[in-house]
């Protein structure tokens, strides 16, 4: 039975027309996969996201907004997990996060919208303050939103924190 499910997923699999989708080395954003509308929604949703822009975030997000990264729950207290099950308790992070990173952005590799989820893969990038002085910091990261109504339900973040690479900034550099 295994074998059997495992060869029709695998027609199925290679049937569709629809491959991999990957941004272009110079920088095009990467081609959609999926119900463009709810794409698009999670794509004005990240953009907000990654400018921190809590104003905009209030209207593109549910009441019942829930924010998880089971993969941060090792970092040690207060950061400790980022998960958050309300709106407000997200937003509020949203806000503090404002002051404590600069050029936070994303560099979607691969986006795709399956059962009103978006998939996107890539690398969220920022800059933040450290004992030795401004840091750049690059993390591979898969994000999976919610998308219901129009509106985020849900933002799950999957991130590999121990492949992060760190880059100190010189003090002489803007």
């Known amino acids: 039975m295994g074998r059997r ?3 029709l997923l695998l027609a199925c699999i290679l049937s569709t ?23 698009s929604t999670a794509q004005t949703y990240l953009a907000a996201y990654f400018a921190l822009d809590a104003a905009k975030l209030e209207t593109l997000t549910a ?10 729950a090792a970092f040690p207290a207060p950061q400790g997990g980022f998960n958050f099950d309300s709106k407000a308790a997200y937003l509020a992070f949203i806000k503090q996060a404002g002051g404590q990173l600069e050029d936070f952005n994303y560099q979607c590799d691969r986006i795709y919208e399956a059962s009103g989820r978006v998939v996107c893969v890539g690398t969220a990038r920022y800059i933040a303050a450290a004992a030795s002085g401004k840091v750049r910091y690059e993390t591979p990261v898969v994000t999976i939103i919610t998308v219901a109504k129009g ?24």
């Open 63 to 72: 009441e019942t907004m829930t924010f998880s990264d089971p993969t941060s």
């Open 5 to 7: 499910l495992f060869q």
């Open 151 to 174: 509106l985020i339900t849900e933002h799950r973040d999957y991130a590999d924190y121990s492949g992060t690479r760190a880059t100190p900034i010189a003090a002489d550099r803007p």
């Open 17 to 39: 027309s629809a491959g991999p989708v990957f941004a272009h080395a110079d920088g095009d954003a990467p081609a959609l996969s999926g119900n463009s509308e709810i794409i």
